[in-house]
């Protein structure tokens, strides 16, 4: 979900190559099927696969913060594309995110102190977030699950990181189970009907 090119002529036809006997972009712009042929997850079926396959370098760390959609908190999620797995990060009761003059940042409590560790950005797929009316009123915005909200300041010390509100009553993972629930009827409905 975040990818740079350097933009040459090579490197703007590179896609249209073929991977293991395929034109994936081909397949990809000719079917109303999601094909997740722009970037990596869950398949090898992709323009990242077509780079490495033709000897291009390809830096893949992660520096976002990949929220797990089927969890009501925030959970990070990485996908390893060389090993095609995921693995989860750190469970934490409260997992907060500000927006601030220094960019974003995750704030969690560690050995009683409030740590404070950059992030490139927060992807928050699937998830339907609420903005309190009056955050244009600040600067600085705390993230926690499903809202935004403004802050006077990024807390620096215990005090002031137990002040901020840091839990919101949503239904997200329950809205997710139905969602795919739904999805899943959908498909085998529309299988059925071709099947007659």
Request: charged share 30%.
């Given at each position: 979900?975040?990818?740079?090119?350097?933009?040459?002529?090579?490197?703007?036809?590179?896609?249209?190559?073929?991977?293991?006997?395929?034109?994936?972009?081909?397949?990809?712009?000719?079917?109303?099927?999601?094909?997740?042929?722009?970037?990596?997850?869950?398949?090898?079926?992709n323009?990242?696969?077509?780079?490495?396959?033709?000897?291009?370098?390809v830096f893949?760390e992660?520096?976002s913060?990949n929220?797990?959609?089927?969890?009501t908190t925030f959970?990070?999620i990485?996908?390893?594309?060389?090993?095609?797995?995921?693995?989860?990060?750190?469970?934490?009761?409260y997992?907060i995110?500000?927006?601030?003059?220094?960019?974003?940042s995750?704030?969690?409590?560690?050995?009683?102190?409030?740590?404070?560790?950059?992030?490139m950005?927060l992807?928050?797929?699937?998830?339907?977030?609420r903005?309190?009316?009056?955050?244009?009123?600040?600067?600085?915005?705390?993230i926690?699950?499903?809202l935004?909200y403004g802050?006077?300041?990024?807390?620096?010390?215990?005090s002031?990181?137990?002040?901020?509100?840091k839990?919101?009553f949503?239904?997200h993972?329950?809205?997710?189970?139905i969602?795919?629930?739904?999805y899943g009827?959908?498909?085998?409905?529309?299988?059925?009907?071709?099947?007659?």
């Open positions: 979900h975040f990818v740079l090119y350097k933009n040459t002529f090579e490197n703007n036809r590179t896609f249209m190559k073929q991977f293991q006997g395929r034109k994936l972009y081909k397949e990809s712009f000719t079917t109303d099927k999601i094909t997740v042929f722009d970037e990596t997850y869950g398949n090898k079926n323009v990242n696969s077509i780079f490495i396959s033709n000897k291009k370098e893949q992660d520096y913060y929220i797990y959609i089927n969890r959970q990070q990485k996908y390893l594309y060389k090993t095609n797995t995921y693995i989860l990060g750190e469970k934490l009761k997992n995110f500000v927006w601030s003059s220094n960019g974003l995750q704030i969690k409590m560690c050995n009683n102190k409030v740590v404070n560790t950059k992030i950005y992807h928050l797929q699937q998830r339907k977030m903005i309190k009316k009056d955050i244009s009123k600040y600067y600085d915005f705390v926690i699950p499903n935004f802050i006077e300041k990024v807390p620096k010390n215990i002031e990181y137990k002040k901020l509100k839990g919101n949503s239904f993972k329950e809205r997710i189970f969602k795919w629930k739904i009827l959908k498909k085998r409905l529309i299988k059925k009907s071709r099947r007659l």
